[in-house]
C-alpha cells in the first residue's frame, strides 16, 4: 500500500517540485555566500576570478568569462574566465570590439542574448573549443555597459531561462561591486592629490603671499628658492629671463654649489642656441634629464656644456608679460639624487607663480608708463610734456643760451576720417600721423599727444625761431604725404601754433608758453589751416572767442536748448540691462548740435559747469521718475565734475530732487573723473560719503588716464570703475594680450568694485572683456546714444532677445 502510494503522479509531482526546491536553495546560498564574499574583495581581477570560478564549478555552468568593457567603450577584455577557457592558457580572444562574437554584440545591445544553437547565429564567434550554445548576460550600471558575462556549452539548446535569470542575478551583484570598486580607486586617488595639494598649497601660499609683500624681485627669488628647497632637492637653483624686444639673457637669480653667476649679467641670444636653458627656451616645454641622456642629448641639439656636467637637470618654462619669458631651473651633482614627474609638477606650480610675480610688476610699470603716456600712441601724455616743459625752463636759468620752443598741432578735419571710416581707422591714422611726426623731429625733442587729434612739440636748445619755423615746415611738407592705413591713402593736414621762449621774457611760465602755443594753433587754423603761425600779443584778443561761448551757454541754459541722450549699460554675462549714461547734447540753434568736447571745457573754466550738471541732474532725474513708474528698475548714471561735487548743499539740493519726483535714491549713479576727485578731497569724501549712505552709486570714469589712479583709489570708497575706451579700442582676440585691460579688472576685483568698460565697439573686444571678468559694458556694439524714446524700444526689443 505504501508503494502504490508513493507511485501516484501527485507524489512523483511533488518530489520534482521538492527536487527543484532543493536546487533553486542551493543556488541562492551560493549567490548569498557570492555577495559576501565579493564584499570583502576590494581588487578587480580577485572580484572577476571568484565570480568565474563560482558560476562554472559551483552553479552549473561549466564554462564561463568575463569582460571588461575599457574606457573607451570601443573593446572588451577579457579579465577572468574558467572552465575551458581559463586565462592560464594562451588560446581564444582576450581582447573583443563591440563587432566582434555574441559577447561584442551583447555589450553592444546591452541586454541578455541567448544562442540556443550557434549554429543559427551570425554573430557567433569561435573562442577557444566549438559550441552549441552560448549564453551571454551585460553587466549594466546606471545605463553604462561595465563587462559581460559569457558561458558556453557543447550542447545545443543547454541553456534555459533559469539559467538566464540566474547568470542575471550574478550580473546585477558583479555590476554594484566593480562601481564600489570604482568609487574607491576615485576616493584613494583624490586623497592622494588632495594630500599632495595641501603640502603643495601651503608652500604655493607662502611663494604667492610673499610676491606681494617683497620690496624687490631679489627678495622675491630668494624666497622662492627657500620654499622650493624645503619640498625637494633645490641647492642648485636659478631663475633665466629672456627679453624679446631686447633679445637679451640675464639670471636675475643663480645659485649653485659648483659655479657662480652675477645676477642681471646679460647675455646675447646666440646662449639661446647652445645651452639647454636655451633649448628650454626654444621648445617652450619643460625638460628632464639625466647625465646618462645628457651626453647623446648635447650632440642631438648641438648644445654645449656650460659649467660641471649635473647628474640630473630639470627646467620648467614660463611666460610673464607681452615680451619677457623665462625658466626656472634646478639641477642636481649628486648620482643617487634624480628628479621625477612630482618634482616636475612642483617646479610648473612655481614657475607659474614666478610668472604671476613679474606679471605684477611688469604690469605696475605699464600702468605708470600709462599714466605718462598716451595708450594709443604710446606718445607721450600732457602730465609727461608739461613735466618736460619745466624741466627745460630750469635748464635754461642755469643754461641761458639753451632757447626753447612748444609747437601745438591739430589736424584738420580728423573728424571727417572718423565719420567716414570708423574710430578704428581713425586711430590707426593717428598712430601713423605720429611716426611722420617723429621722423620730422630730433632724437632730443619731445613729441606728445595731448588728446583726441591733438599733438605738442618741445624744442629745446634751438639757436632761434628760424630754426623753430625750418622743423614747422617740414612737418608740413612731411604731412602732404598720403599717410598709408591698411589699404587706404589717407591725406594728412595740421595747423601749428609756435610759441617761442628767451629766458628774458616777461612773466612767462611753462603754462603760458603752451597756452600761447595753443592760441597761435587757433589762429592758423582761422588762416586757412596747413600752415604754421607764430604767437604775437595781437592774437591775445582771440581767447575772447571763449568768453562768447560762455555767454551762448548762458543763453542756452535760459532757453533749453540742451537735450540728454541714454546709452545703455549691459551686463557682459547674460547681456541683462543695468542702466543708462546720460549723455547731453547742445542743440545751438545756428551751429546746430554741438558736441560737449567743444563746450564743456570753457564751461568748466568759466564755473557754468556746475549750473549744467544742475540742469542734466534735474532733467535725467525727471526722466528716470517717468521711467520708474512705467516699472522700469535700471539707474541713470550722470557725469559730475569736481566743483559741483564740492558744493556743501551739493547732498541737500539732491535730496529735495528725489523727494519732489518722488524716486528712490538707487535709480541714480553718479560718474566721477580722478581729477573731480582730487580738486578738493576732503570735501569729495564727505560727499562721496553721504552719497553712498543714501544708496546711489559711484562710478569712478575714464580711469587710468588721470593724475594718479592707484594711490588716490584708498582715499575713496566708490562703487564701479569705468574703463577708458583708450584701452578698449585697439583689443585683440587674445584675452592674454592685455595686461593693462586684465591688471585693472584685477585691482577693481580686490577692491571689491565692479567694472564697466566704455568703448565696445565689436563682438570680439566684448568677448575678450567678459573672459577677463569685466562685468558690464557699453558702447556701440550694444547701441548708440538714444533719445528717451528710443531708449524705451532699444529696451523693449533687447529683452525680448534675452527671452
Known amino acids: 500500500m505504501t508503494k502504490r502510494y508513493q507511485d501516484t503522479p501527485e507524489v512523483t509531482q511533488l518530489n520534482h517540485q521538492l527536487a527543484q526546491l532543493t536546487e533553486q536553495n542551493h543556488e541562492l546560498k551560493i549567490i548569498n555566500q557570492l555577495a559576501i564574499e565579493l564584499h570583502q574583495l576590494n581588487d578587480v581581477q580577485a572580484v572577476t576570478d571568484y565570480v568565474a570560478s563560482t558560476l562554472a564549478f559551483e552553479l552549473g555552468f561549466e564554462d564561463c568569462a568575463i569582460y571588461l568593457v575599457d574606457a573607451s567603450q570601443q573593446q572588451l ?13 594562451d588560446g581564444g580572444y582576450r581582447k573583443l570590439s563591440m563587432q566582434q562574437g555574441i559577447v561584442g554584440y551583447c555589450a553592444r545591445q546591452r541586454r541578455t542574448i541567448l544562442a540556443h544553437d550557434t549554429r543559427q547565429n551570425e554573430h557567433y564567434l569561435l573562442d577557444v573549443t566549438p559550441s552549441l550554445s552560448e549564453l551571454a548576460v551585460p553587466v549594466v550600471d546606471e545605463g553604462l555597459v561595465l563587462a559581460v558575462i ?8 543547454y541553456f ?33 592629490k588632495l594630500e599632495y595639494a595641501e603640502k603643495l598649497q601651503k608652500s604655493l601660499y607662502e611663494i604667492a603671499a610673499f610676491s606681494y609683500l617683497a620690496e624687490d624681485l631679489s627678495e622675491f627669488y630668494s624666497h622662492v628658492h627657500q620654499v622650493v628647497s624645503a619640498l625637494m632637492y633645490a641647492p642648485n637653483f636659478f631663475i633665466a629671463l629672456y627679453d624679446d624686444e631686447k633679445d637679451q639673457l640675464h639670471f636675475p637669480y643663480f645659485v649653485d654649489t659648483r659655479g657662480d653667476e652675477t645676477p642681471n649679467k646679460v647675455y646675447p641670444k646666440e646662449i639661446l642656441k647652445s645651452s639647454l636653458t636655451g633649448y628650454v627656451f626654444r621648445t617652450d616645454r619643460p625638460l628632464r634629464i639625466n647625465r646618462d641622456e645628457l651626453i647623446t642629448f648635447y650632440q642631438q641639439h648641438q648644445l654645449k656644456v656650460y659649467g660641471k656636467m649635473p647628474a640630473c637637470w630639470l627646467g620648467v618654462p614660463f611666460h610673464s608679460g607681452d615680451s619677457v619669458h623665462g625658466v626656472v631651473v634646478v639641477q642636481s651633482y649628486i648620482e643617487q639624487i634624480h628628479y621625477d614627474h612630482g618634482d616636475q609638477e612642483l617646479l610648473t606650480f612655481v614657475a607659474q607663480h614666478i610668472s604671476n610675480a613679474l606679471e605684477r610688476v611688469f604690469s605696475e610699470r605699464k600702468l605708470q608708463h600709462q599714466a605718462l603716456h598716451d595708450s594709443l600712441t604710446a606718445l607721450p601724455n600732457r602730465a609727461l610734456f608739461l613735466d618736460r616743459v619745466n624741466h627745460a625752463f630750469l635748464r635754461m636759468q642755469r643754461f641761458p643760451e639753451q632757447k626753447l620752443a612748444v609747437m601745438y598741432l591739430d589736424l584738420d578735419k580728423f573728424k571727417a576720417v572718423n565719420d567716414t571710416y570708423g574710430h578704428t581707422i581713425g586711430d590707426a591714422f593717428l598712430i601713423a600721423v605720429g611716426k611722420q611726426l617723429k621722423s620730422c623731429m630730433r632724437q632730443s625733442d619731445t613729441l606728445a599727444r595731448l588728446g583726441g587729434d591733438e599733438f605738442a612739440i618741445l624744442l629745446e636748445d634751438v639757436e632761434g625761431l628760424t630754426t623753430i619755423e625750418e622743423v614747422a615746415r617740414r612737418i608740413l611738407a612731411a604731412l602732404q604725404c598720403p599717410v598709408q592705413v591698411g589699404t587706404l591713402s589717407l591725406l594728412a593736414s595740421t595747423s601749428i601754433g609756435i ?19 595753443d592760441i597761435a594753433m587757433y589762429q592758423a587754423k582761422k588762416d586757412g589751416r596747413g600752415v604754421y603761425r607764430v604767437y604775437d600779443e595781437s592774437m591775445q584778443a582771440e581767447t575772447a572767442s571763449g568768453w562768447s561761448i560762455e555767454q551762448e551757454l548762458t543763453i542756452a541754459l535760459l532757453d533749453d536748448q540742451f537735450h540728454l541722450m541714454y546709452q545703455p549699460i549691459v551686463a557682459l554675462q547674460g547681456m541683462a540691462i543695468q542702466g543708462f549714461e546720460a549723455l547731453i547734447r547742445w542743440q545751438h540753434p545756428e551751429r546746430g548740435l554741438i558736441a560737449p568736447d567743444h563746450f564743456i571745457p570753457i564751461a568748466e573754466q568759466s564755473r557754468l559747469i556746475i549750473r549744467i550738471d544742475h540742469y542734466v541732474l534735474r532733467k535725467a532725474l525727471r526722466q528716470a521718475a517717468f521711467w520708474f513708474a512705467a516699472g522700469q528698475r535700471f539707474y541713470l548714471s550722470v557725469n559730475v565734475c569736481g566743483a559741483t561735487l564740492s558744493e556743501p548743499g551739493f547732498v541737500t539740493w539732491l535730496d529735495e530732487l528725489f523727494q519732489q519726483y518722488g524716486i528712490p535714491c538707487s535709480c541714480l549713479a553718479l560718474e566721477l573723473t580722478e581729477r573731480s576727485l582730487i580738486e578738493n578731497i576732503s570735501q569729495a569724501k564727505d560727499s562721496l560719503r553721504q552719497l553712498r549712505q543714501r544708496g546711489i552709486r559711484i562710478l569712478l570714469d575714464d580711469f587710468g588716464t588721470g593724475y594718479s589712479s592707484l594711490s588716490y583709489l584708498s582715499e575713496f570708497r566708490l562703487d564701479v570703475l569705468k574703463i577708458d575706451r583708450s584701452f578698449i579700442s585697439n583689443m585683440t582676440d587674445d584675452a592674454t594680450d592685455h595686461p593693462i585691460v586684465n591688471t585693472i579688472i584685477a585691482l577693481a576685483k580686490g577692491l571689491q568694485l565692479s567694472v564697466v568698460a566704455e568703448g565696445i565697439e565689436t563682438k570680439a573686444q566684448q568677448q575678450v572683456l567678459q573672459r577677463l571678468g569685466c562685468d558690464y559694458g557699453q558702447g556701440y556694439w550694444f547701441a548708440r546714444p538714444l533719445s528717451a524714446e528710443q531708449a524705451m524700444d532699444w529696451l523693449k526689443a533687447a529683452r525680448a532677445d534675452l527671452q
Do not use: W
Not at 534555459?160 to 566593480?178: G, M
Open 77 to 89: 577584455v577579457r579579465y577572468a574566465a574558467a572552465g575551458s577557457r581559463n586565462l592560464t592558457d
Open 150 to 157: 559569457d558561458s558556453e556549452h557543447q550542447q545545443a539548446n
Open 160 to 192: 534555459t531561462v533559469r539559467h538566464q535569470r540566474l547568470l542575471e542575478s550574478i550580473a546585477s551583484i558583479l555590476a554594484s561591486k566593480l562601481r564600489s570598486l570604482h568609487t574607491m580607486a576615485q576616493l584613494e586617488e583624490s586623497v592622494d
Open 499 to 517: 610759441s617761442f621762449c628767451e629766458l628774458d621774457a616777461p612773466g612767462l611760465v611753462p603754462d603760458e608758453l603752451i597756452r600761447r602755443a
